[in-house]
C-alpha cells in the first residue's frame, strides 16, 4: 500500500533536511492558526528558510499542504502494514490493543489532515483513495487473524472497524481524564464486535 510521491522531493540530503524543517513549520502553523490564515512568509519564517528556497520545494501553501497530506496518509499506511505483518500471530486481545494504538498514534496528524482538506473544499480523489486503501489494509488484517473469514465478510467488518476508530480519533479535543475513559470504552466495543464477528472463524 502506497501513495503518489511528492513531485518536489529533494535528492539530497541537505535539502531533505531543509524540507523536512519546512513541513514541520508548515504543520505547527496550520494546527495553530488554520489553513487559510497561514501565509508561506510566516512558513518562512518559521523554519528559518530563504523565500528562494521555500519556493524551489513548494511553489505554494497548497503543495506544502499536498505535501503534508502525502505524509500523514503514507505513515498511516505504513503503520498498517506493519500491524499486518503481525496479525497472523494476535490473539483477539491483542489485536483489539493494536487497532486503538494504531488509530491513537495518528490521533493528532489525523485531525490536522482533516481540517486542512475540509479547508481545501474536500480534495475528494485522494482522500477516497486513501479511504479505500485503509479498508483494504484493516480487511486483510482481519483475514490474516481469521484465516475462515470470507472476503465479504471481512470487507464489511473494516468499515464497521473503522467507524469504531473514527469514535477513539474524535476523542482528541476532550480531557484527558474523559478522552482515556472514552478510549476504555471504544476498546471494549471494538473487542466485543471482533468477537461476534469472528465466532467460529477462529483455527481450531
Same mark, same amino acid.
Request: aromatic residues 8%; glycine residues 6%; without cysteine.
Given at each position: 500500500?502506497?501513495?503518489?510521491?511528492?513531485?518536489?522531493?529533494?535528492?539530497?540530503?541537505?535539502?531533505?533536511?531543509?524540507?523536512?524543517?519546512?513541513?514541520?513549520?508548515?504543520?505547527?502553523?496550520?494546527?495553530?492558526?488554520?489553513?487559510?490564515?497561514?501565509?508561506?512568509?510566516?512558513?518562512?519564517?518559521?523554519?528559518?528558510?530563504?523565500?528562494?528556497?521555500?519556493?524551489?520545494?513548494?511553489?505554494?501553501?497548497?503543495?506544502?499542504?499536498?505535501?503534508?497530506?502525502?505524509?500523514?496518509?503514507?505513515?498511516?499506511?505504513?503503520?498498517?502494514?506493519?500491524?499486518?505483518?503481525?496479525?497472523?500471530?494476535?490473539?483477539?486481545?491483542?489485536?483489539?490493543?493494536?487497532?486503538?494504538?494504531?488509530?491513537?498514534?495518528?490521533?493528532?496528524?489525523?485531525?490536522?489532515?482533516?481540517?486542512?482538506?475540509?479547508?481545501?473544499?474536500?480534495?475528494?480523489?485522494?482522500?477516497? #483513495?486513501? &479511504?479505500?486503501? %485503509? $479498508?483494504?489494509?484493516? !480487511?486483510?488484517?482481519? =483475514?490474516? @487473524?481469521? *484465516?475462515?473469514?470470507?472476503?465479504?465478510?471481512?470487507?464489511?467488518?473494516?468499515?464497521?472497524?473503522?467507524?469504531?476508530?473514527?469514535?477513539?480519533?474524535?476523542?482528541?479535543?476532550?480531557?484527558?481524564?474523559?478522552?482515556?475513559?472514552?478510549?476504555? #470504552?471504544? &476498546?471494549?466495543? %471494538? $473487542?466485543?464486535?471482533? !468477537?461476534?464477528?469472528? =465466532?467460529? @472463524?477462529? *483455527?481450531?
Amino acid at each position: 500500500m502506497s501513495m503518489t510521491g511528492n513531485p518536489y522531493a529533494p535528492k539530497q540530503q541537505r535539502g531533505h533536511q531543509r524540507v523536512a524543517a519546512i513541513m514541520e513549520a508548515g504543520a505547527s502553523l496550520f494546527r495553530e492558526q488554520g489553513y487559510d490564515a497561514v501565509t508561506m512568509t510566516e512558513i518562512a519564517a518559521r523554519s528559518g528558510t530563504a523565500f528562494g528556497s521555500l519556493y524551489r520545494f513548494f511553489p505554494s501553501k497548497e503543495a506544502l499542504a499536498d505535501a503534508l497530506l502525502l505524509r500523514y496518509a503514507q505513515h498511516a499506511l505504513d503503520r498498517l502494514a506493519a500491524l499486518g505483518a503481525r496479525s497472523a500471530a494476535m490473539s483477539l486481545d491483542e489485536l483489539t490493543d493494536a487497532f486503538i494504538d494504531f488509530m491513537l498514534e495518528l490521533q493528532t496528524e489525523r485531525s490536522f489532515a482533516i481540517a486542512v482538506i475540509d479547508a481545501r473544499g474536500g480534495h475528494g480523489d485522494k482522500r477516497s #483513495e486513501f &479511504r479505500e486503501a %485503509l $479498508r483494504e489494509g484493516i !480487511a486483510t488484517i482481519v =483475514r490474516k @487473524a481469521f *484465516p475462515r473469514l470470507t472476503k465479504v465478510k471481512s470487507a464489511a467488518m473494516a468499515i464497521v472497524i473503522m467507524h469504531i476508530l473514527k469514535g477513539i480519533a474524535g476523542t482528541a479535543l476532550e480531557r484527558e481524564s474523559v478522552r482515556r475513559a472514552l478510549t476504555t #470504552e471504544y &476498546r471494549l466495543v %471494538l $473487542r466485543s464486535y471482533l !468477537a461476534s464477528a469472528t =465466532r467460529g @472463524a477462529t *483455527p481450531d
